[in-house]
């Protein structure tokens, strides 16, 4: 019965949103409509409201709403979506500011000499608005006013022109900053989630281990990871583009001229390319290049982003006025100011100012900042004088993010809604079925998006489809996908929805402003081509992963938060970068394994001499138990390929299993609470056992059909996995152990200067003991305790002076007793002087050459972060998608 109530939900909503009824209310309205009709029906026809829905009931819905609703405006793990604003109120600034006029007209003479030239500077000025206004109608619009007649004067293809300017128009929904890609990354982020309960269930399910390892979890994302990750595809498909356009031009120069003027390649000129380029440039510099260098969250750089927006229109509104550039210089004054204290003194603390330099610093910010400020509050009252432009942007800012919020929040009704009709289930049952695993499952839901986009805007598919579609996809480890991957794909097929008829919307803009002389049809012919070229370039993204995942990846291993090396999720590539290096350079790190552990260590502490010889020996064992990770590796891959099949064979089975257990529940249910005087009636509960019956003979039917030979290929199998997976725990825990007493040694003996100072303070705090009054004598011991405990390896040291303590805190307090015990801490502290002076002169430049050889081998898990060269090599190889499902 809920299917019913499934399709009429459906129904309802693709009725409300075909006859024109605003999207915010179309969906909750189809929700609540649903939700209530399956609510009376239940009451009057069955057992009560609860008993036509899949999941719980009206109660359960409105709570699981209420709960959507709080998250999107009060948790802060939705913070994401303030960046909503701040993005819109930048681009509307521009587009209000004639940015866009300014580099349409110069580009198209810059270009104009080219075949095609006209074409390539919309597709060129089309990447620079996306990258820095990212609003659809707003860019369409000017090129439709502006480049359109110069294209049609010259005699260019109408559908050429038109497919162009529309398709051009699109890329801000790809390139960052993107509303769409926020919103993505919101969506995707609940998504990964669901999909990690769903993938440790199955790994629980498959292994009978409660915990997974980390490794195996679904990666998540972030909006500032969806814009690294956006970046190289949306530079895909601006080459598309432009390959396209002038090898049209170039085999039909007729319909794609070059278009020459006098006068064109001057001083002037160059000058006005300079003054038209540089600034939105350095915009795009400042947002992304803050996002990717881990400067500036997506918040951050959208704030960034709205100011130097209204800096650059406070000087585009006064053109050609006297002092029209003074606030931008102004701004330039202080950003350069606060970038020379940064990098001449470093980060500045008002409440850590102790020498003149730090004074300086304090100064020079103060300074600069009070620039920066001038230079924004000049703009932001230039743009309020100036036709009140400030006011109009932030009317329709509030306006977009009301329209994106509300539409969040019905999307968040009709998902739950969707869910409690048991939609989800549906979706997942009817892609888990489909022959050809994940990919098929990928296919379909593209194509569905992409059949969507002709008729539903990328909001409502965003909001709509993500939420129910992206945990299923997430959760296979067939495929391993990551997050951010899977939302670049989304975000790609998704901009087809501003081109595909009848409801482009770029189509719309374009035909508002086009003259009467372009038809329709020329239109839509046009954009034939370049949907095309986004499905190619949709199609390159899917097979080259590693466009989307490098840039995040490297810009988070290269971060000043980069995970350490001992994070789980790193240990595969890395161990492949470190059996590289085993390979090339085993004889010189064999040759200083002997050479250190030959070195005389008699004189240190007994403890310390053995964690040094066990660390060699140890060090000595790495080279051989990584082959032996990579035995257990080729060991695992000659039997995969015949164990796959059946793997996945009995895999499905046992799913297909575990959804008739499900609906066994769920019957049982009913049997136990049916009876005369029960919820149920006698005829339900017996009618629930029969369907209990059936249900059971179709699990023993399906459990027929795993193969007999089943048990002996997955324990050969498991055996030989396990294999793999000691070695590599064994390998870890052997370079662990070899490179620790290392680090402790080193530390040791680094501090030996420091220490030796502190035998002066010690003598003297013995008089200081003897002058002050117990409460303060406690507090000297207490200091001189706590600066002797900054020194490793001196516990034996602090027990004196923990026993002088204990004897000033007493109900008798000596300070004779005290300084007695304070001698001890002192002998002690000689005593340990005279072996690390020694180590520190014989022993540590040997230390130190022996570690610069095994650092970034046997000691790169204890490192405090990978080195440049090796997070880079570790970046790479994170970006493709490694197969994880024959662990599950």
């Known amino acids: 019965m809920e299917l019913y109530f499934l399709a009429l939900l459906v129904l309802l909503m693709a009725f409300a949103l075909g006859s024109g009824f605003p999207v915010a209310f179309a969906l909750p309205g189809s929700a609540i409509i649903t939700i209530g009709v399956a609510a009376l029906c239940g009451t009057l026809f069955s057992t009560g409201p609860d008993a036509f829905f899949g999941h719980g009931g009206p109660g359960q819905w409105l709570s699981a709403g209420v709960t959507n609703f709080r998250g999107i405006y009060w948790e802060a793990e939705r913070d994401t979506l303030i960046a909503i604003p701040l993005f819109v109120f930048m681009g509307i600034m521009l587009q209000r500011s004639k940015i866009a006029e300014d580099l349409l007209v110069t580009m198209a003479r810059l270009f104009g000499p ?3 030239g006209l074409g390539i500077s919309v597709v060129f000025v089309g990447a620079l608005l996306a990258a820095t206004t990212g609003i659809v109608g707003a860019t369409v619009v000017a090129m ?10 010259n005699n260019y293809s109408v559908p050429l022109a038109t497919g162009t ?3 051009s128009g699109t890329l801000g929904q790809i390139i960052p900053p993107s509303i769409v890609l926020i919103i993505l990354a919101d969506q995707l982020a609940s998504a990964v989630d669901q999909a990690g309960s769903i993938r440790q269930a199955l790994y629980k399910a498959s292994t009978g281990e409660l915990s997974m390892p980390s490794d195996f979890a679904v990666v998540s994302t972030s909006a500032g990871e969806m814009f690294l990750g956006a970046f190289l595809p949306g530079l895909v498909l601006v080459g598309l583009y432009m390959l396209f356009i002038l090898g049209f031009a170039l085999l039909n120069p007729k319909a794609a001229p070059a278009v020459h003027e006098e006068g064109t390649f001057t001083r002037e000129f160059a000058g006005r390319v300079v003054l038209t380029l540089v600034p939105p440039l350095a915009l795009i510099f400042l947002v992304l290049g803050s996002i990717v260098a881990g400067i500036a969250t997506v918040n951050q750089a959208g704030a960034i982003g709205a100011v130097g927006a209204m800096i650059m229109a406070g000087y585009r509104l006064r053109d050609g006025e006297r002092g029209a550039y003074t606030p931008a210089i102004i701004a330039i004054i202080g950003l350069l100011g606060i970038a020379m204290v940064i990098g001449f003194i470093g980060s500045v603390n008002i409440k850590l100012i102790q020498t003149s330099q730090d004074l300086l610093g304090l100064v020079l910010s103060l300074i600069a900042v009070s620039l920066l400020l001038i230079a924004i509050f000049w703009s932001g009252w230039r743009t309020l004088k100036f036709e009140n432009t400030l006011r109009g ?27 409690a009709f048991g939609g989800e289930e549906l979706v997942k049952d009817f892609l888990q079925g489909l022959p050809g695993g994940f990919w098929a499952q990928f296919l379909i839901v593209m194509l569905v998006i992409f059949i969507l986009g002709f008729f539903l805007d990328f909001i409502e598919i965003a909001v ?5 579609v992206a945990p299923i996809l997430l959760a296979d480890p067939a495929a391993n996908v990551t997050a951010v991957w899977l939302g670049v794909m989304i975000g790609l097929n998704i901009q087809t929805s501003f081109l595909t008829p009848p409801f482009g919307f770029a189509l719309f803009y374009l035909r508002g402003v086009a003259p009467a002389i372009v038809k329709t049809v020329d239109m839509y012919k046009g954009v034939i081509a370049f949907i095309c070229l986004q499905l190619v370039a949709l199609m390159i993204v899917g097979l080259v992963p590693q466009l989307v995942n490098y840039l995040p990846n490297r810009s988070t291993l290269l971060s000043e938060t980069a995970p350490p090396p001992k994070n789980p999720r790193l240990q595969y590539c890395m161990e492949n970068l470190v059996y590289q290096d085993y390979q090339q350079n085993s004889s010189t790190i064999l040759a200083a394994i002997e050479d250190a552990s030959k070195l005389d260590i008699s004189y240190l502490p007994k403890g310390l001499q053995k964690d040094l010889k066990a660390g060699f020996e140890d060090a000595r064992s790495a080279i051989p138990q990584m082959n032996e990770i990579v035995d257990a590796e080729a060991a695992v891959a000659a039997v995969a390929d015949d164990y796959r099949p059946i793997h996945s064979e009995v895999r499905a089975l046992e799913r297909d299993m575990l959804r008739l257990d499900e609906e066994i529940e769920e019957f049982e249910v009913i049997v136990r609470r049916s009876g005369p005087t029960a919820v149920y009636t006698v005829a339900q509960g017996e009618k629930a056992q029969a369907k209990i019956e059936t249900l059971l003979a179709e699990k ?31 390998y870890r825990r052997t370079v662990d152990d070899a490179y620790e007493p290392i680090i402790e040694a080193r530390g040791l003996l680094n501090d030996t200067d420091k220490l030796a100072a502190l035998e002066a303070e010690l003598v003297n705090l013995k008089e200081q003991v003897s002058a002050a009054s117990p ?11 706590s600066e002797v405990g900054s020194v490793e390896g001196t516990s034996d040291i602090r027990k004196g002076l923990s026993e002088a303590r204990k004897i000033m805190r007493g109900k008798s307090p000596d300070a004779d007793e005290a300084n007695a015990a304070i001698d001890k801490s002192i002998a002690e502290l000689n005593a340990d002087l005279v072996w690390r002076k020694r180590g520190q002169e014989e022993l540590l430049p040997a230390l130190e050459t022996y570690d610069a050889v095994i650092a970034d081998n046997i000691g790169l898990r204890q490192q405090d972060r990978l080195p440049d060269d090796m997070a880079l090599d570790v970046a790479s190889c994170l970006s493709g998608h490694r197969d994880v499902s024959l662990n599950f």
């Not at 027929?704 to 324990?715: G, L, M, Q, R, T």
């Open 114 to 116: 080219v075949p095609g």
């Open 144 to 153: 439709g006013l502006i480049s359109l007649p110069a294209m049609l004067r």
């Open 464 to 468: 709509v489809v993500v939420p129910i």
């Open 165 to 167: 300017i529309a398709a």
């Open 700 to 730: 023993e039917a399906l459990r027929a059909k795993i193969p007999a030979e089943w048990n002996e290929a997955h324990d050969t199998f498991a055996a030989i996995q396990k294999t793999e997976n000691k070695a590599r725990q064994t």
């Open 393 to 419: 942007v932030m009317v329709e800012t509030a306006k977009t993010t009301s329209l994106v919020f509300i539409i969040l929040l019905g999307a968040a009704m009709l998902t739950s809604s969707f869910r």
């Open 775 to 785: 409460e303060d004598a406690v507090g000297l011991i207490e200091a001189a305790r």
